[in-house]
T-cell receptor, first 111, second 111 residues
Framework: DTAVSQTPKYLVTQMGNDKSIKCEQN?????MYWYKQDSKKFLKIMFS???????INETVPNRFSPKSPDKAHLNLHINSLELGDSAVYFCASSRSDREAFFGQGTRLTVV | AQSVTQLGSHVSVSEGALVLLRCNYS??????LFWYVQYPNQGLQLLLKYTTGATLVKGINGFEAEFKKSETSFHLTKPSAHMSDAAEYFC?????????FGKGTRLHILP
């Protein structure tokens, strides 16, 4: 029973397209995140949601729009994809003692 | 602002030797501290965490870390390296629902 699950695992798409990545957690956590991991393995926080409300938006281009329909889901929609968006995107959730659980990642390749 | 510094983007140790991965943080107050491991093409897995209490923390796979407030450090150690320890290791701090990662250290195990 996967704790934090993301779909799809791989996503290959052309520049200019719009795509979405879905994330669900069954841990009952209040806080969910999206992270971007670049080719050098650097993990950068993009967004943080607490109980469906946006808490952190780390100067991410507004082509990226997170949506949280309920506290168990945090989806990421990306408009007008660019080559530089190619990366691995990780969803995570955390509990009260701040430990975060991560999904397996979505490898996005923009061609 | 908080930050995490990991010294050494690559560390190589022989199988059976001591593993030492360094992490320093900057924070005005003691943060929550974590070490995560990432195996190739996988998500992040929590190795250990420090929140409060005992400063020497034991984690999975024989790893441990010591929180030293005076040195603002949280170095990760393992007495005897195993080939299966080869992976990317990330130190992280979590405060106010924001998890900040270091740039990671790739651990190589030499036969």
């Amino acid at each position: 029973d996967t704790a934090v699950s993301q779909t799809p695992k791989y996503l290959v798409t052309q520049m200019g397209n719009d795509k979405s990545i879905k994330c669900e957690q069954n841990l009952g956590h209040d806080t969910m995140y999206w992270y971007k991991q670049d080719s050098k393995k650097f993990l950068k926080i993009m967004f943080s949601y607490n109980n469906k409300e946006l808490i952190i938006n780390e100067t991410v281009p507004n082509r990226f729009s997170p949506k949280s329909p309920d506290k168990a889901h945090l989806n990421l929609h990306i408009n007008s994809l660019e080559l530089g968006d190619s990366a691995v995107y990780f969803c995570a959730s955390s509990r009260s003692d701040r430990e975060a659980f991560f999904g397996q990642g979505t490898r996005l390749t923009v061609v | 602002a908080q930050s995490v510094t990991q010294l050494g983007s690559h560390v190589s140790v022989s199988e059976g030797a001591l593993v030492l991965l360094r992490c320093n943080y900057s924070s005005s107050v003691p943060p929550y501290l974590f070490w995560y491991v990432q195996y190739p093409n996988q998500g992040l897995q929590l190795l250990l965490k420090y929140t409060t209490g005992a400063t020497l923390v034991k984690g999975i796979n024989g790893f441990e870390a010591e929180f030293k407030k005076s040195e603002t450090s949280f170095h990760l150690t393992k007495p005897s390296a195993h080939m299966s320890d080869a992976a990317e290791y990330f130190c992280a701090v979590n405060r106010d629902d924001k998890i900040i990662f270091g740039k990671g250290t790739r651990l190589h195990i030499l036969p």
